[in-house]
């Protein structure tokens, strides 16, 4: 007890600060004043959360490891002792709740839509659809199994009363050296955002890349094992493996690995208002009949089918500013990642024989794209963002039609364009716990189509909720 009172004491006294400061620099003005120091608590708590629950773990444990053994026999009942208790309490999973809703009014048919030249699955892209829509809610379940492992499961919930899996996994717990392992289904480290839930998003949507080349967001099943360097400097590193079925990827029904992923990122601060972090990722899957839909020059609906090796390299970067440690409530952040993907095996068209009879020939393509953002909080609760989206499709080589079987006009979809879209987004957030935001957009992922888009957005948090990433 006496090291949690030390904790205890430790934090009346980081909050403490906050008013003595803010009372010094707007004297007159009580309003400011409450507002500084609210958002400076809101600050401490949200960066000394993770410490400080690991520091209560670490006592509850050795709480537990000293408790006396309980007697044999005993006269008269006994209460457990504040050590049991806590270690029965630790084992209480904690409960999050994010809610999360969507008003669009696009100028295009959402049921349109593609991202001309790239084949990604279709339902995980897109602005999603017209007027109110309640977007993803998403329930977390979290908890300390033993002092070996902890647990999280995280359910999202469609507005389409569906239930999907984003999350359950098992990691390790105070592993030496700077190891971390975790098993399950995990969002994979791949990249910066992809690691992020959409609720932590600084946009109502993923980049155009993230669409194209993941789907939107690549999920794991599988392993992960993670380094953190015991260096000043931010260095990890991190293998995965998992069975691939995820889009790029797709299920081959066989043993071992289906994919891999390598990623290292590197970060540190400058001077006492910015940091950085930089980072390099690879994924290595293959696809087996992965299958997208096309119009031929027939006029017909058809379907056609990749099987093969898809490689996907991505370069990212952050940097992010906030004069003072945040004491002026002012913060910018500018964020980036770049992706190329090279994919080789064969392309069957017309794998239903819905037309002009199947045939199956070579495939190779290399894709690239990338997204540029900026974000900047200019008074408390209030914040402004744009971002660039860009992509190229380059020009697949089909076998099909370079030996002249099927004509260039049999797979339209995969004509080489440049997608581009240019997002605006204002957002009101009170408090850490409520987001109201604006998303203004154009898009421009198809030829000669412009889709005038606007989001309005709230995201909600309920309950336990831990500290994010940087």
């Known amino acids: 007890m006496f090291h949690r009172t030390i904790v205890f004491v430790l934090m009346l006294a980081a909050a403490a600060a906050g008013p003595v400061r803010a009372q010094g620099t707007a004297a007159g003005n009580d309003e400011a004043a409450l507002t500084r120091i609210r958002a400076e608590i809101a600050q401490l708590r949200q960066a000394y959360e993770g410490r400080i629950q690991a520091l209560e773990q670490r006592l509850q444990e050795a709480e537990a490891r000293l408790a006396p053994a309980p007697a044999v026999a005993l006269p008269v009942p006994v209460a457990p002792s504040p050590a049991t208790r806590s270690a029965a309490n630790s084992f209480n999973p904690e409960i999050g709740l994010i809610l999360g809703g969507t008003y669009a009014n696009l100028s295009r048919d959402p049921q349109q839509f593609r991202i001309q030249g790239f084949v990604p699955p279709?339902?995980?892209?897109?602005?999603?659809?017209?007027?109110?829509?309640?977007?993803?809610?998403?329930?977390?379940?979290?908890?300390?199994?033993?002092?070996?492992?902890?647990?999280?499961?995280?359910?999202?919930?469609?507005?389409?009363?569906?239930?999907?899996?984003?999350?359950?996994?098992?990691?390790?717990?105070?592993?030496?050296?700077?190891?971390?392992?975790?098993?399950?289904?995990?969002?994979?480290?791949?990249?910066?955002?992809?690691?992020?839930?959409?609720?932590?998003w600084d946009f109502v949507d993923a980049p155009l890349a993230y669409q194209a080349f993941l789907g939107g967001q690549y999920r794991q099943d599988g392993l992960q094992v993670r380094w953190l360097a015991p260096t000043e400097r931010f260095i990890e590193a991190g293998l995965e493996v998992g069975n691939g079925a995820g889009f790029p990827g797709s299920d081959r029904n066989r043993n071992g690995v289906g994919a891999t992923t390598l990623f290292a990122h590197v970060g540190d601060d400058l001077g006492a208002s910015s940091s950085w972090r930089v980072g390099l990722s690879?994924?290595?899957?293959?696809?087996?009949?992965?299958?997208?839909?096309?119009?031929?020059?027939?006029?017909?609906?058809i379907s056609n089918t990749f099987t093969g090796r898809s490689r996907l390299w991505v370069a990212d970067a952050v940097y992010k500013w906030a004069p003072e440690g945040n004491a002026t409530q002012r913060h910018f952040k500018l964020q980036g990642e770049y992706f190329r993907r090279t994919e080789s095996g064969s392309l069957t068209y017309d794998s239903q024989a819905q037309s002009l009879g199947?045939?199956?020939?070579?495939?190779?393509?290399?894709?690239?794209?990338?997204?540029?953002?900026?974000?900047?909080?200019?008074?408390?609760?209030?914040?402004?963002?744009?971002?660039?989206?860009?992509?190229?499709?380059?020009?697949?080589?089909?076998?099909?039609?370079?030996?002249?079987?099927?004509?260039?006009?049999?797979?339209?979809?995969?004509?080489?364009?440049?997608?581009?879209?240019t997002s605006l987004m204002f957002e009101y957030s009170p408090t850490e716990f409520s987001r109201l935001r604006l998303q203004l957009a154009r898009d421009r992922s198809r030829?000669?189509?412009?889709?005038?888009?606007?989001?309005?957005?709230?995201?909600?948090?309920?309950?336990?909720?831990?500290?994010?990433?940087f």
């Open 122 to 200: 279709g339902g995980e892209t897109g602005p999603g659809a017209r007027s109110f829509s309640l977007g993803e809610s998403e329930l977390r379940f979290s908890a300390n199994i033993d002092p070996l492992f902890s647990g999280r499961l995280t359910a999202a919930l469609g507005g389409d009363n569906s239930v999907a899996v984003e999350e359950a996994l098992v990691q390790s717990r105070g592993l030496a050296n700077g190891l971390n392992v975790q098993a399950g289904r995990f969002l994979s480290s791949l990249g910066y955002l992809n690691a992020q839930h959409r609720h932590v």
């Open 358 to 421: 199947t045939a199956t020939g070579d495939y190779r393509s290399a894709q690239s794209g990338a997204y540029l953002q900026a974000i900047y909080q200019f008074m408390a609760s209030w914040r402004t963002g744009l971002r660039v989206d860009r992509l190229a499709a380059g020009r697949a080589q089909i076998g099909l039609v370079d030996t002249g079987v099927r004509a260039s006009t049999d797979f339209p979809v995969l004509d080489s364009y440049k997608p581009a879209r």
């Open 447 to 469: 030829p000669g189509v412009a889709d005038n888009q606007i989001f309005l957005q709230y995201i909600m948090s309920l309950g336990a909720h831990g500290a994010h990433a």
């Open 282 to 301: 690879y994924l290595r899957t293959a696809a087996a009949d992965r299958a997208y839909d096309d119009v031929d020059s027939t006029g017909t609906g």
